[in-house]
Every structure is written in C-alpha cells, then in structure tokens.
Nanobody, 119 residues
C-alpha cells in the first residue's frame, strides 16, 4: 500500500521557520515528481512547490519564491519543504503529492499537516 506521510507542521510566529517532511512508503518515488500544496480555510487547494525527478528542477508559486525551498532525498524516499520568513497568510494545511508527470490529480497524496503562523 502506497502512503505519503507529512510531518513537521506546527505553530510558529511570523518571521519564523519550519521544515516539512513527507516520507513515502510502499514504493520507490525516485522517478516521480514530488510536490507540495496547501489549503487554507475557505479556500481552494493551491500549488506551492514541486521538484522533478529527472534533473531535480524546481518550481514555486510566486507567493513563496525566495522564502521556501523544496528538496528531495531519493535514498530516504522523502521530500522536504524548508519554509523561512513565514507569514500569517502561509497558514494552511500542507499536503505532499507524487506523480510521474506532475499530473497531480492522478497521483498519490498525503493526509496533510497543519501550519499555523501567528502575527
């Protein structure tokens, strides 16, 4: 059974940092693109960042560029999201996802981890 399990969420003050992790079990994701998404209360789920499998190229939402960094460790089957200079508007449930071609709706998803940024 394939599982993606996020961890590292929590409560942090504005300007602080958190590092999210997403560990995959059940299969190897070395040939999958890995991504992070978030959903704030009353809003739709939105893309945050992604990392490709072939060349580790990355992409980010404009709202997080320069503050968030996505990385992966294929040996550990884990993807990370380093979040710096957090803002209250970053408050959301963060989800990781995996898909070979970044067709996220067809891929695997985790259950989410809550990130709350206080002002």
């Amino acid at each position: 059974q394939v599982q993606l399990v996020e961890s590292g969420g929590g409560l942090v003050q504005a300007g602080g940092s958190l590092r999210l992790s997403c560990a995959a079990t059940g299969r190897t994701f070395s040939r999958y693109a890995l991504g992070w998404f978030r959903q704030a209360p009353g809003k739709e789920r939105e893309f945050v960042a992604a990392i490709n499998w072939s060349d580790d190229s990355t992409s980010y939402a404009d709202s997080v560029k320069g503050r968030f960094t996505i990385s992966r460790d294929n040996a550990k089957n884990t993807v990370y999201l380093q979040m710096n200079n957090l803002k209250p508007e970053d408050t959301a449930v963060y989800y990781c996802a995996a898909d070979p071609a970044q067709l996220w709706h067809q891929g695997y998803w985790g259950q989410g981890t809550q990130v709350t940024v206080s002002s």
